[in-house]
């Protein structure tokens, strides 16, 4: 199986997490209920296991914790891809949330990038600060070495934007990372 488990402990977290691409139990817990919900979304509809322990200083707020949560899973992410050799590479979803409509694509090019587009209303979704949500992309994009684009076409209830982008990364990293050949799907020879 492709994992990976990383250790990330600085002076604000400490993140224990076990990523395996091909499947397995999830079991999260990081002290933000709807950040944990919103995980497991990514777990169940990414087809991955995820164990992720994190003790942050949520007495000073959610940005540390959601932050290295995001930068411990693009670590782990890259090192369970290892080469890369025989992955689809690219991956995209639309994915409908009631009303909320996402669009996620990503390209495992070992190039960060992040472009995000959304609008989202409510300041927060219950202990979850929504301006958040940009800062986990970011660290996951920068860490895991990948273009992610993430667009909201449509929506007005924060959860389920917020819901939708989750699910339309799973589906668009599922896709990415299937083995679909033995070949490195880059003319440069490395990605």
Do not use: W
Not at 43 to 61: M, P
Not at 135 to 154: K, P, S, T, V
Request: with cysteine; aromatic share 6%.
């Amino acid at each position: 199986m492709r994992s990976a488990t990383i250790n990330r402990r600085t002076n604000e977290t400490d993140v224990t997490l076990t990523l395996s691409l091909d499947g397995g139990a999830s079991e999260i817990s990081t002290g933000l209920g709807f950040f944990d919900h919103m995980l497991a979304q990514l777990a169940r509809h990414g087809g991955f296991g995820i164990r992720l322990k994190c003790l942050g200083d949520l007495e000073v707020d959610g940005h540390h914790t959601v932050e290295d949560v995001g930068l411990a899973l693009g670590e782990a992410l890259r090192a369970a891809l290892g080469d890369k050799r025989g992955v689809e590479r690219y991956g995209q979803a639309l994915i409908p949330m009631d009303e909320a409509l996402i669009l996620c694509a990503v390209d495992l090019s070992g190039r960060p990038c992040l472009r995000y587009t959304a609008e989202i209303p409510a300041e927060r979704v219950g202990g979850f600060d929504t301006e958040l949500a940009r800062e986990f992309f970011q660290a996951l994009a920068n860490a895991g070495g990948f273009a992610l684009h993430i667009r909201q076409l449509d929506g007005v209830n924060s959860h389920h934007i917020i819901e939708g982008m989750f699910k339309a990364l799973a589906r668009a990293l599922k896709a990415a990372v299937a083995v679909t050949g033995g070949e490195l799907p880059s003319t440069k020879g490395v990605l």
